[in-house]
């Protein structure tokens, strides 16, 4: 099959690139030590993105991504849950026992799973309201 | 869940790009929808079932 300059194939595929661009720019022009930049060009990409998706006329994502997302979404959370009910208190009982040592990332990735849940736990909230 | 999508497509000569259109999805999704990968929301199913003049029931079985 074709596609064409109309075709809802072709701005899914120019928006989801678009991003992907300028995610690869922002880490690229920080590890060349010019973070600045890329933070502009970052947000450039980003404004050409949702410029892109609030002009085209085609549908770019419907109901089936959605669902597609959601899935994703809810077996991600399940994953990082499962490995962290299994690594954190493993490690902890490791800890307090003195057979291993909480490097300094450790501590941090903690932290950000603990906001993650935070987060999710008020979406759950939010989510039940509405209903 | 089993459905007649492809029947009814034949039936009036459209495409999944044209069906696609007329009930605003992506071609992707009436694909999905026709090989049952994926079910369709009750919006969906109704504008699916408007769009051929027929019921939910009559286009959709949950065989």
Redesign the interface.
Known sequence: MTTTATD?RTY?TTYTAIWALGAIAFAGLIVAGYPFVGSLAFFLAAAVAIGLSAQSEA???????E?VFGDAGRWTIAIVGLASAVVFPTMTALRALDYVEWPLWFAHLGYFVAGLFAVWFAMVLLARYQR | MKNRLPELRAERGESQADLAAAVEVTRQTINSVERERYDPSLELAMDLAVHYDTTVEDIFTNE
């Open positions: 809802p899914r549908i770019m994502f419907d109901e089936r991504d669902a």
